[in-house]
């Protein structure tokens, strides 16, 4: 029998751990999954929504840690899941995706001698100025066994000189979480609550600090969306940090007086999937968005300059267009004339991922 702690921090992490929890569950006779939850994340439409809609069970154990600048969060996630290490003496840990809480609980895990899987291992950016970047490249280094969404995430494990036998490539696991729940959040009243008709608007999200921190960056994608808008209407889940933002950098305004942009609350994981299920273009400066995106066809611009997902330029549906208000504006119209796209497999992004790191993690 393996004990497991699986961890979630931040809204990147539930629909990752939730088919790995769900697959071990079925088997209840080699695993006994706990489920630790940092508190990175705290607001209800931030994390309990997506306990309700990901069928996640309550976390065994809240380290309620909240918001802090980095080093002070980490640390402080890092001082509550000793602890919990020390008294539940797990087989195993694992930690998912880059956010805080991911290197955090990799690196306790590490010092305490208690094996570490990380699961979405081996992206790469190569952008040294992204939080996430630092993350990743730490917890790839500390963890045992490094479960990667696609090829080119082993490549970039080879060149960093990690060992293959660390290393297995098993899918993307946020992908069975899409499959599984489709149905049931094309069923979301969310389009209709917000007036939409498929394939006639487009969805932006937008949260990462080199683009909503500053006002020169946060300025030029303002407008963007504002000649977008023209075309088109907008809808904007807003983000917490960038709802403060907007606010602090003084575009709310401007923002505000868009008749055709409707800025709503972050969403849950049903309701974001039925709304951008039914866009007809998503902008957005997230990493699994474009993901799920390409999964569906939909087409992403992705508002950085860069991606650590280069998967989902080469088959998927995404655009890196940068924070450029004309290029933006261009790729916009370009998209929006063309449509949707042909979804195309990506390997092992097939649904079965919690299953393979189950059965490896069983061997
Ligand atoms: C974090 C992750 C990022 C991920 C994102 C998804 C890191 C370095 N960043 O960024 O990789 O893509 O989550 O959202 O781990 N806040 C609230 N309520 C909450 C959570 C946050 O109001 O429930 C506000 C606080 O003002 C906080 C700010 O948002 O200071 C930023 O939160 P934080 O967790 O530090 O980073 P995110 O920007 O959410």
């Known amino acids: 029998m393996l004990k497991i702690i699986n961890v979630v921090g931040a809204r990147p992490n539930f629909m990752k751990v939730a088919p790995i929890i769900e697959a071990m569950t079925r088997r209840e006779r080699e695993f006994t999954p706990l489920l630790v939850h940092t508190g990175q994340h705290y607001d ?22 909240g918001s802090a600048p980095r080093d002070q969060q980490i640390a402080a996630v890092e001082a509550r899941f000793e602890p919990v290490v020390n008294t539940e003496k797990p087989d195993w840990v694992i930690v998912v995706g880059d956010v805080n809480s991911t290197l955090a609980c990799a690196r306790v895990s590490k010092k305490l001698g208690v094996r570490v899987a990380h699961v979405e291992a081996g ?10 970047e630092a993350n990743r490249v730490e917890t790839d280094r500390i963890a045992d066994l490094l479960f990667t969404p696609s090829a080119d995430a082993d490549e970039n494990l080879r060149a960093e000189g990690i060992a293959s036998e660390r290393v297995r490539l098993v899918g993307n696991v946020m992908i069975d979480s899409l499959q599984k729940h489709l149905p049931q959040a094309k069923a979301s009243p969310i389009r ?20 909503v921190d500053e006002v020169q960056s946060l300025g030029r994608i303002v407008g963007a969306l504002e000649e977008i808008c023209e075309r088109t209407t907008i809808v904007f889940p807003v983000h917490p940090r960038t709802r403060k933002t907007i606010a602090e950098l003084g575009f709310s305004t401007r923002l505000l007086g ?15 999937l039925g709304l951008y299920s ?13 993901e799920e995106t390409s999964v569906l066809g939909i087409p992403c611009l992705t508002l950085r300059e860069n991606t650590e997902r280069p998967i989902t330029v080469s088959l998927g549906t995404n655009k890196i267009v940068g924070t450029d208000t004309a290029t933006i504006v261009r790729e916009a119209f370009v998209a929006l004339d063309a449509g949707l796209k042909p979804a195309v497999a990506i390997p092992f992004w097939d649904g079965h991922t919690a299953e393979r790191i189950v059965n490896i993690l069983a061997q």
């Open 192 to 211: 209709e609550k917000l007036a939409l008709t498929d394939d006639q608007y487009a969805v932006v999200t937008l949260h990462r600090p080199s683009n």
């Open 123 to 132: 992206l790469r950016s190569y952008d040294p100025t992204m939080p996430e």
């Open 278 to 290: 039914g866009a007809r273009l998503v902008l957005t400066d997230s990493g699994g968005i474009q």
């Open 44 to 65: 209800a439409d931030m994390s309990d929504a997506f306990f309700r809609d990901l069928d996640l069970p309550a976390p065994d154990i809240h380290l309620g840690v």
């Open 258 to 272: 868009l008749k055709n942009l409707q800025m709503i609350e972050p969403l849950g994981y049903l309701d974001f």
